[in-house]
């Protein structure tokens, strides 16, 4: 297949992921709880947060605020989409403890840490918001 030109805008990368929440200060505790992430942004209003996770933010923002920006985000409080999810990569060996500090900050255990076929450590939980999470270790070589 040919190359195509490039862009002249440059690469597209991923920028941010933005959670609409109803109470964004409460997913800010949780994840730096949970996750050990710090807070880099907030919105003056206090509706919108970006948590520092390196080369891709974490955002958190309330449906007010996205409706203020003429966007209807859905029905307060309805479900997260299907086949939404964040994983958190950890050492196979922090997994364990990662879930359990993410279980004491608020979060729904769903499975417990198991090894997958393909060699993988991996738990799933819910955060206080519904979304579902993935802990996981590394995928071995």
């Given at each position: 297949m040919p190359a195509t030109p490039a862009d002249p805008a440059g690469?597209?990368?991923?920028?941010?992921?933005?959670?609409?929440v109803a109470d964004v200060e409460r997913s800010r505790r949780f994840y730096e709880t949970a996750f050990d992430l710090t807070t880099r942004l907030v919105h003056d209003s206090g509706s919108y947060i970006e948590m520092e996770t390196g080369a891709?933010?974490?955002?958190?923002a309330t449906p007010d605020l996205i409706r203020s920006l003429g966007v209807d985000p859905g029905a307060?409080?309805?479900?997260p989409p299907v086949g939404t999810e964040l994983a958190f990569v950890v050492?196979?060996?922090?997994?364990?403890?990662?879930?359990?500090?993410?279980?004491?900050?608020?979060?729904?255990?769903?499975t417990a840490p198991t090894r997958q076929p393909w060699g993988q450590l991996v738990a799933f939980?819910?955060?206080?918001?519904?979304?579902?999470?993935?802990?996981?270790?590394?995928?071995?070589?």
């Open positions: 690469p597209v990368h991923l920028g941010y992921v933005i959670r609409h891709t933010v974490l955002a958190f307060a409080g309805s479900a050492a196979d060996e922090a997994v364990a403890v990662t879930v359990d500090r993410a279980i004491a900050a608020g979060a729904d255990l769903l939980l819910r955060d206080p918001d519904g979304l579902l999470l993935e802990v996981c270790g590394p995928v071995p070589n």
